[in-house]
């Protein structure tokens, strides 16, 4: 049982409280982002650089994972690509992605490309606030708890 961590894009906060989950428990927690670190990781926390280019660390993560794992992503194409693989998707937010929710989440963000693609200027997501850390963090604990 592993957690991925798309960290790129993953905020502070969200890494924060995934540091201090895994080093609670003991999950192995490997980022992968295609920059270093800014800070060395703790002990219970393996980084992992990949080469700079698009989706390399994305491919980098769906290569690796395996069925039960939990990535963390905002990425929706990359939580699509784990779940068929039999492993959950989180997002910073709180929202888990599912077998069972993933293909809305798909034509959703179709849907925002191509109006963007159009010309029609779009708001990005809110800043994370913290109901989406408590969410997010309640969601983590859930999966850990149910893997005990």
């Given at each position: 049982m592993n957690i991925w961590v798309d960290a790129d894009a993953c905020p502070k906060a969200i890494r924060d409280s995934l540091s201090r989950a895994a080093e609670r428990t003991g999950v192995?927690?490997?980022?992968?982002?295609?920059?270093?670190?800014?800070?060395?990781?703790?002990?219970?926390?393996?980084?992992l650089q990949v080469a700079a280019g698009f989706d390399v660390a994305d491919n980098e993560i769906v290569r690796r994972v395996t069925e039960g794992d939990l990535v963390i992503t905002a990425d929706i194409?990359?939580?699509?690509?784990?779940?068929?693989?039999?492993a959950l998707a989180l997002n910073p937010r709180g929202e888990l992605y599912t077998a069972q929710n993933i293909r809305a989440r798909l034509?959703?963000?179709?849907?925002?490309?191509?109006?963007?693609?159009?010309g029609v200027?779009?708001?990005?997501?809110?800043?994370?606030?913290?109901?989406d850390r408590k969410a997010f963090a309640d969601q983590l604990d859930r999966w850990l708890a149910q893997r005990s």
């Open positions: 192995p927690l490997p980022p992968h982002a295609n920059h270093p670190p800014r800070t060395p990781p703790p002990p219970h926390i393996r980084s194409p990359l939580a699509a690509e784990v779940i068929e693989k039999g034509n959703m963000r179709d849907f925002m490309e191509t109006m963007r693609s159009s200027v779009t708001d990005g997501p809110p800043a994370l606030n913290q109901t």
